[in-house]
């Protein structure tokens, strides 16, 4: 049967939001693994560290001091990538040689004063204001910036440098590749579908139900059918929404329980706080704000690095470097282990 | 003045070959870095391993038993991505659920007997073989695949397995994502500027030379305009050559001395054996050797992961998977680097 086809035997995939195609090889999950092991993540925190740069309070490399914040806190990044004011390099204008002046802002935003709680074991109002600040911040930086990236790195196995709950936000004057890419797919698929290509797929998605892993009523998180990533998932809402600003106050309350949900499967899996990075796309902003941009639907993306268990990781190396993305078990099986995973969190159940 | 533009502040510069921008933030390598830390190499590995399925003689998983080869030695994957014989998946049509099968088949290629030598330290006779060997497999592959797919994984760091020096060749039905943008890219740069993309940016680069890691009469090795990982590296014949199959005998031997130069220095660099993902990009095969394909250019991509030292890599991670791949130091930077290396291998230094 079909089932059977697509377990033990490879076949491509496509992407429709980046226009290429993932090879799906379940059967490899056979083999036996002798490569490298991560080290498990850190599990015991302290909930303050007197020298945590991102503990209220607390100075950071600059010197500046942290309010005592009892939130949310959002400061500039100390070391940007994109600074406000960079010079223009100056191209020598030879097809093979082009360079681009870039300008932004990086800033990061503590999702809470405790170094110890993460998003899944945050209370749900306070998800909400995690929510309301992402919305504050592409409100504020979207007037000037035609692209704000709101990112999060959990875990060291991600190349985060500090367990501290929080994200970062980097805004630029130029249309990073990736959305640049989601941005022409969207919009050849409206215009030749007539409806947004994420709105039409959170419905088929819905009905077909194989791929869910959490929903609610505004709201549904899949393993997409195209997914590269063991367990990466996309969180879309049910209603046509373009940004992360015109959510409305129950689809941000409906978010912060998809999120809660979501977020502790993943940490149940392997009973580990999940690393991922996870980001935001929504319609671009800037000058963009005055366009029609009804081939956007807002989402976001988790993308997790573990294949094998708490400490065996899917290398995206050679193959997938050089020529495509494969995978190692199919998006319905991850979907189906995410999904009979319990939605209470492994630690509060311990105690 | 221009130098102290590119280093003190981000630009953007693109990438031909696939058509997208990397944001070069140089001053970023101020921050300090407070994340993981990997395990350095292993640098005592034995000559033979009596338990290692790579060794001569050796019994792998599936119970075959290796020749006992004193040079190089090819055999089928035991855990094959790509099988010969995968049905058709049977897409259920929709645009956002296309499947299509693919079929293909894995080979390994060990590169020497020993298990304690890498190709930087295999003699230059022995790395031709290894050459010849690569032409050997698109040769034969080529006549049935479109695309044969060469790379080596090493080190650890890049999900290799196994410490003894090898490469893997997948063959596909299918032109993968990778190559197939190359080609568009290629393609088009030849039909405006009525030469070929690569042949004419290795003249200049050759010409410019502040790039340039290390040369001979027919080839040059370059940390690319448009590198994105810190130590990328480019290898390009200076003659138009469409395939690995088309180089003379001559350019192999270059291309042994130059290979063995190169990774010379990049083992210097933090005198460890150097971890990264490199592969073969030339014209595609398969139905493909009837068309006319002087757009192409045959090149290797070398990707290193490490940044800062033996132990601190770059981690492509949040705003690279969900904005636009960023690099910490400038490609002149690195190559000056690079360059300014002893061509001597640390360890025969030592001895
Ligand atoms: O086949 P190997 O060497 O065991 O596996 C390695 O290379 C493959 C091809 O790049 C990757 O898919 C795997 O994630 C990696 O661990
Ligand atoms: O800014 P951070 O958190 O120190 O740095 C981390 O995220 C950045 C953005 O994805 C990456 O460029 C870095 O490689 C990574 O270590």
Redesign the interface.
């Known amino acids: 049967d079909?089932g059977d086809?697509?377990t033990k035997?490879?076949?491509?995939?496509?992407n429709?939001l980046r226009d290429?195609?993932v090879?799906v090889?379940a059967h490899?999950m056979?083999?036996?693994?002798?490569?490298?092991v991560e080290?498990p993540p850190e599990e015991h925190i302290p909930r303050y560290d007197p020298r945590n740069p991102l503990c209220p309070g607390n100075t950071r490399?600059n010197g500046e001091v942290n309010s005592d914040y009892d939130s949310t806190f959002i400061f500039e990044n100390?070391?940007p990538?994109?600074?406000p004011d960079?010079?223009?390099?100056?191209s020598d204008q030879?097809?093979?040689?082009?360079?681009?002046?870039?300008r932004g802002i990086c800033k990061v935003m503590c999702f809470h004063p405790w170094s110890d709680v993460t998003l899944p074991l945050m209370k749900k109002h306070e998800v909400l204001k995690v929510i309301d600040k992402w919305a504050g911040l592409v409100e504020e930086l979207g007037t000037k910036y035609p692209?704000v990236?709101i990112?999060?790195?959990k875990g060291?196995?991600?190349?985060?440098?500090?367990p501290h709950p929080h994200c970062?936000v980097?805004a630029?004057n130029?249309l990073?590749?990736?959305?640049a890419l989601s941005d022409r797919c969207q919009r050849a698929?409206y215009k030749k579908?007539g409806e947004p290509?994420l709105l039409?797929?959170a419905r088929?998605e819905a009905e077909k139900k194989e791929r869910v892993v959490v929903e609610n009523s505004d709201w549904l998180a899949v393993v997409p059918?195209w997914a590269t990533w063991p367990y990466q998932t996309l969180l879309l809402p049910r209603r046509h929404v373009l940004r992360i600003t015109d959510l409305t106050t129950g689809e941000r309350e409906g978010l912060a329980d998809i999120m809660k949900r979501l977020l502790t499967k993943y940490d149940n899996l392997f009973e580990i706080s999940f690393p991922y990075?996870?980001?935001w796309?929504g319609a671009p902003t800037g000058t963009h704000l005055k366009e029609d941009n009804s081939h956007w639907h807002l989402h976001a993306?988790y993308?997790p690095p573990l294949l094998r268990s708490a400490t065996v990781k899917k290398?995206m190396?050679?193959?997938e470097?050089?020529?495509?993305?494969?995978r190692d078990l199919t998006p319905e099986q991850a979907a189906e282990k995410l999904r009979n995973l319990p939605e209470e969190h492994y630690k509060t159940r311990e105690n």
Do not use: I
């Open positions: 079909k086809k697509v035997h490879q076949h491509l995939r496509y429709p290429t195609w090879l090889s490899r056979k083999r036996p693994w002798a490569g490298q080290k490399a100390d070391f990538a994109l600074q960079a010079p223009d390099p100056g030879h097809p093979l040689f082009q360079s681009k002046a870039a692209w990236q990112f999060e790195n060291a196995m991600m190349g985060c440098s500090n970062q980097w630029s130029f990073p590749n990736e959305p698929y579908h290509l039409q797929y088929q059918y990075s996870m980001g796309h993306h993308y290398f190396v050679g193959y470097m050089l020529a495509q993305e494969q």
